[in-house]
C-alpha cells in the first residue's frame, strides 16, 4: 500500500520560511514520474503550486509561488521537500503532496493525474 506522509508545516510569521517534507512508502520512490504539491485553503478549491520529474531536472511552479518556493526530491530517501521562503498570509493553507505514475507537465498542474495523496500538512503565515 503506497503511503505518503507530509511534514513540516506550522504556524509562521510573514517574510518567514517553512520546509515540507513528504516521505513515501509502499512502492519504489523512484518509479514515480512526477511529484507535486497542491494546497486548499478554507472555502477554496485545491490548487497546484508546485511539480518535479523523476530525476528533478524538470519543474514548474503556480505564479503564485514562483521565486519563493522551491521543490526538491530525494529517490534514495523516498522523500519530496518544498521550501518555501518569503511566505505571505495569501499561503495559508494544507498543503499536499501527491505522486503520479505518468509524466504529463500540461496535464500535472491539476489534480487528474495524480494516483497518490497524503493527509496534508498546515501551514498558517500571520500579517
Known amino acids: 500500500q503506497v503511503q505518503l506522509v507530509e511534514s513540516g508545516g506550522g504556524l509562521v510569521q510573514a517574510g518567514g520560511s517553512l520546509r515540507l517534507s513528504c516521505a513515501a512508502s509502499?512502492?519504489?520512490?523512484?518509479?514515480?514520474?512526477?511529484l507535486g504539491w497542491f494546497r486548499q485553503a478554507p472555502g477554496k478549491e485545491r490548487e497546484f503550486v508546485a511539480h518535479?520529474?523523476?530525476?528533478?531536472?524538470?519543474?514548474a511552479y503556480a505564479d503564485s509561488v514562483k521565486g519563493r518556493f522551491t521543490i526538491s526530491r530525494d529517490n534514495a530517501k523516498n522523500t519530496v521537500y518544498l521550501q518555501m521562503n518569503s511566505l505571505k498570509p495569501e499561503d495559508t493553507a494544507v498543503y499536499y503532496c501527491?505522486?503520479?505514475?505518468?509524466?504529463?507537465?500540461?496535464?500535472?498542474?491539476?489534480?487528474?493525474?495524480?494516483?497518490?495523496w497524503g493527509q496534508g500538512t498546515q501551514v498558517t503565515v500571520s500579517s
Open positions: 501527491a505522486a503520479a505514475t505518468n509524466w504529463n507537465p500540461r496535464l500535472l498542474v491539476t489534480t487528474t493525474p495524480y494516483d497518490y
Open positions: 518535479i520529474s523523476w530525476g528533478g531536472g524538470n519543474t
Open positions: 509502499g512502492r519504489a520512490f523512484s518509479l514515480y514520474s512526477a
